[in-house]
């Protein structure tokens, strides 16, 4: 089969490998339909690593993506051929302290769709997942919101993880596809305010379109001084989305007394810096997010309510063959992309 390999630093080769087979009863064989270019997989083309994740050469991106189901080990019984799913990129032991409290995403021998030194990503035409990987999905979903049922999975975490969000007055620091899963998740679940920023204008128009009650760019206006102005009181939350230091401060400004800070961005950097006085002085929470935990069906379930509109969050699309063009598209955040897709199902870009 065909797969697109990563084989140095903004490199990309489509590469014929070995097709994977079925080697446990419990494996399901996929036939990948379309995949989400996530913010994650630009830090390994672009960096070779994530923190101490590195990419051993030539190796396989992609952990967002939807399929159909073209066989099942024996002891299968979540799909059948023909089924069309989303898939999990996590594949916990299900076995030690973490995964028996609860915690599969912070399994002690987690094993993750892309993941280097763990598992060969989707970027390619079939692979091989446990079955508690594979997520059916309802005739009425497309392919593409299986797939970013994993962002958003995400943002509906992050959500669980912060304040009771029903009538909380939040921000939402850096509006890609995972803070607009925020938004999303956090609006489903009756937040009363939400306050986005982001340097791209188009993102910005992207979620106020799809439910953000304000947005601002950091690059043109004073972002924190208005908000502050329109929230005397200010945020019970702020979910940092972006991965930069600015954010983290503007966090500690806009937080109420007791507020809580959520990280979720991917920094370029090894160290935040927290201001220890105003962080003291208000008494703030800071919380950690490790992807997600149980909120794929959640993710699935508000799509196909309607409760959820993430169609809005794709911008572009390009075949398999292009991938590359596509990572170039994302590490130069060109043409206000918010998600780019990989889709199967054509053949030149569009
Ligand atoms: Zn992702
Ligand atoms: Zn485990």
Redesign the pocket.
């Known amino acids: 089969m065909k797969a697109m390999m990563l084989t140095g630093i903004r490199q990309m080769e489509m590469k014929e490998v070995p097709t994977p087979r079925i080697s446990d009863i419990h494996d399901v064989k996929i036939r990948m339909e379309t995949i989400g270019v996530c913010g994650s997989d630009i830090h390994y083309y672009l960096q070779g690593k994530i923190g101490s994740q590195v990419v051993q050469y030539p190796f396989t991106l992609g952990h967002e993506g939807s399929g159909t189901v073209v066989e099942t080990g024996s002891a299968v019984t979540r799909v059948r051929p023909g089924d069309r799913i989303a898939i999990e990129p996590a594949m916990?032991?299900?076995?030690?302290d973490?995964?028996r409290s609860g915690r599969?995403n912070t399994?002690?021998?987690?094993k993750f769709l892309g993941c280097p030194g763990q598992a060969e990503g989707c970027l390619s035409e079939y692979i091989v997942m446990p079955e508690t990987s594979c997520f059916p999905v309802l005739p009425g979903l497309t392919f593409d919101e299986a797939a970013l049922s994993e962002p958003l999975a995400i943002g509906i975490y992050a959500v669980k993880k912060s304040v009771p969000i029903s009538g909380a007055r939040i921000a939402v620091l850096g509006s890609g596809p995972i803070g607009m899963s925020v938004m999303l998740a956090a609006k489903a679940e009756g937040c009363d305010q939400i306050y986005m920023t982001d340097r791209i204008n188009e993102r910005l128009r992207c979620v106020k379109k799809s439910g953000a009650n304000w947005t601002g760019n950091p690059d043109e206006e004073d972002v924190t001084g208005l908000i502050l102005q329109l929230e005397p009181s200010m945020l019970d939350a702020v979910f940092e989305c972006c991965g930069k230091q600015e954010a983290v401060d503007q966090a500690f400004k806009l937080l109420k007394p007791g507020g809580k800070l959520i990280l979720v961005g991917i920094p370029e950097f090894d160290r935040w810096s927290i201001p220890v006085d105003i962080g003291r002085r208000k008494e703030i929470t800071v919380q950690n997010i490790r992807r997600q935990v149980d909120c794929v069906e959640p993710a699935l379930q508000g799509i196909a309510s309607g409760k959820i509109p993430v169609s809005n969050m794709i911008t572009h699309r390009y075949g398999f063959q292009n991938t590359a063009d596509a990572f170039e598209l994302v590490a130069e955040y060109r043409e206000g992309v918010m998600k780019a897709m990989i889709d199967f199902s054509i053949t030149d870009r569009k």
């Open positions: 916990p032991c299900w076995d030690c973490q995964c599969h399994c002690r021998k987690l």
